[in-house]
């Protein structure tokens, strides 16, 4: 019997246990054909302060610690010599998900076995040229690499457009969801509603969810309720610099609008299912587009219709379970708005449809088992 080929998988995300999903997931979908090793920050410096490795006796992954300096930076820190060991401890293949501009990725590159195939993933769904010694990091980790990973179709037909990526054996995979934590229940939303004070019956409920900053359209959305003469209530979930402006515009509107910051990840569901449509009108920017829309795929694992602009990568996460709507344009969100207020049944099929994309597409058993698939593609490529 053939031993488990044994993948080691190396991020700085997996200092978070819920960002583990990915390699524990693999774990379980691979069991018995991969050993896998997932080799994390002891601590790691986020957005919001210091996070330690925290570890979860229920993970089907082999969890490796090793120390991160300068942290602060995500396109300067580097991993402690101790990563070297479990890179070349008989590993058969190396998934790097960090990006292959950083330096961490480079030094991830340089330290991983020349026999041994390097994978990595990357989010860059803009053509971007970058300084040194970043662009040199990205031209040698590409060289390295026996093959890539996009977390994006936009992502995987910008980069083909570089140097040496159409060289290198690549896939297009979509981020994952939990489709047990995010789920249908309709229980959850009532009562959600009810703690904001609203009635269990009413209006049917616009929802937002992400962070309030213009380029996801938080202006267009209050502008075209603003112009919707059908009855509606609004749920607004996220924070950020906007939120003045938000609480200003919900204040002329009284009790139609409710804004809800510091929501945690196991109270998000229940605000999704709290919504009949999540609208995600992200605006592109110069410097942004969108690069997947995780709110996207949560709300359709929530059976809940989504509305979205056709800013970078949001078309291709919608495919046919939701509605495309042209990006900076309020008078076609109202109309939008108005027909699937108005109708029932059309909300009952969207929610049927995304709940099914969800499934089918996102769910992160499918998500690892492409992961998977491309890794046997790679070993049997260079065999």
């Known amino acids: ?53 925290q570890r979860d006796p229920n993970e089907a992954v082999n969890l490796e610690a090793v120390p ?15 990563v070297h060991a479990h890179l070349s401890r008989g590993a058969d293949l190396v998934h790097l998900w960090e ?11 340089l330290m991983t076995p020349a026999h041994v195939p390097l994978v990595f993933c990357t989010f860059q769904n803009l053509a971007k040229r970058y300084p040194p010694p970043f662009a040199q990091a990205e031209r040698f980790v590409v060289r390295r690499a026996a093959g890539w990973i996009a977390w994006g179709q936009t992502v995987h037909d910008n980069l083909l457009a570089r140097p040496g990526y159409a060289q290198r054996p690549s896939r297009f995979i979509p981020v994952g969801v939990d489709v047990e934590h995010f789920r249908p229940d309709p229980e959850a939303g009532r009562a959600f509603r009810e703690r904001l004070g609203w009635k269990a019956e009413g209006p049917p409920v616009v929802g937002f969810l992400g962070r309030f900053v213009p380029e996801k359209g938080l202006r267009l ?32 509107h009284e009790d139609r ?48 219709p989504v509305f979205a602009s056709d800013s970078g990568e949001i078309p291709h996460t919608v495919g046919d379970a939701g509605r495309i709507l042209p990006e900076g344009y309020s008078p076609a969100w109202t109309t939008a708005l108005a ?20 499934v089918s597409r996102f769910a992160w058993p499918v998500v690892a088992k492409a992961h998977l698939d491309f890794f046997e593609q790679v070993l049997q490529r260079g065999a």
């Open 1 to 53: 019997m053939m031993r488990p080929r044994k993948l080691v998988t190396v991020s700085h995300s997996y200092v978070v246990t819920l960002n583990r999903r990915l390699a524990n997931e693999m774990a379980r979908v691979g069991a018995g054909r991969w050993d896998v090793t997932a080799v994390a920050p002891s601590s790691f410096h986020g957005d919001l302060g210091p996070l330690v490795l």
């Open 68 to 82: 991160a300096w300068f942290s602060r930076s995500l396109h300067g820190f580097v991993y402690g010599p101790e």
């Open 99 to 109: 990006e292959p501009y950083v330096l961490s990725g480079l030094e991830v590159a």
């Open 221 to 252: 959305l209050m502008d075209a309720l603003n112009n919707l003469s059908t009855p509606w209530r609004a749920l607004f979930v996220g924070g950020g610099p906007l939120e003045a402006e938000l609480r200003g515009w919900a204040d002329f």
């Open 257 to 304: 609008v409710r804004i809800v910051t510091g929501v945690k990840h196991a109270q998000v569901p229940h605000a999704l299912n709290a919504m009949d449509v999540l609208c995600a009108p992200s605006e592109t920017t110069p410097a942004w587009k969108e690069q997947f829309g995780r709110m996207l795929v949560e709300a359709f694992a929530c059976g809940v």
């Open 339 to 358: 027909e699937l207020l108005e109708s029932p049944a059309r909300r009952q099929e969207m929610s049927t449809r995304g709940r099914e994309r969800a």
